[in-house]
């Protein structure tokens, strides 16, 4: 599949998270509802996340007006540094798969620095029982 030469994630869809991500970047975060929302008003094929025919379609509703003025949609088509109308089907295809690419970039990235962060807990606490039983054998001993 060479056609989604951007696509990290090697899924081709904009879910949940990678929304919540993507308008966070765009600087109109989101409440949970509010992206479900989103989602919901062009998710043609009810899978809960967006394809690149669904997210052009968010441009298309912008277009004709069909978008609430203050919606995440209309946030999100304002936001996107893309016009469709004037990059075409091709920019815009590649802005999305540009996107799809940072966004599980993003998320993968997130996951590490979390993981490392556990394993930094993980350490801190072992690192506590260890004195802690230390203490422990020394208070046994000097008795």
């Known amino acids: 599949m060479g056609e989604l ?3 990290a994630g090697r899924d081709g869809f904009i ?3 990678e929304l919540k991500l993507m308008m966070e970047k765009l600087g109109a975060p989101q ?4 992206l479900k929302s989103m989602i919901k008003e062009v998710d043609e094929d009810f899978d ?5 025919r669904e997210f052009l379609l968010i441009f298309h509703k912008a277009a004709a007006g069909e978008l609430q003025e203050d919606s995440g949609l209309m946030a999100l088509a304002k936001l996107s540094e893309i016009n469709v109308a004037l990059e075409g089907v091709k920019g815009a295809k590649n802005f999305f798969e540009a996107k799809v690419q940072a ?3 993003a998320s993968k990235f997130e996951a590490e620095l979390k993981a490392e962060q556990d394993e930094r807990k993980r350490e801190e ?3 506590r029982l ?3 039983a230390f203490q422990e054998l020394k208070a046994n ?3």
């Open 103 to 105: 966004l599980s970039l």
């Open 15 to 17: 879910d949940l998270m």
């Open 141 to 143: 001993f000097s008795t």
């Open 130 to 132: 260890r004195q802690a």
């Open 125 to 127: 606490e072992e690192r």
């Open 48 to 52: 809960g996340k967006l394809s690149f």
């Open 31 to 34: 409440t949970h509802l509010g």
């Open 5 to 7: 030469q951007y696509d």
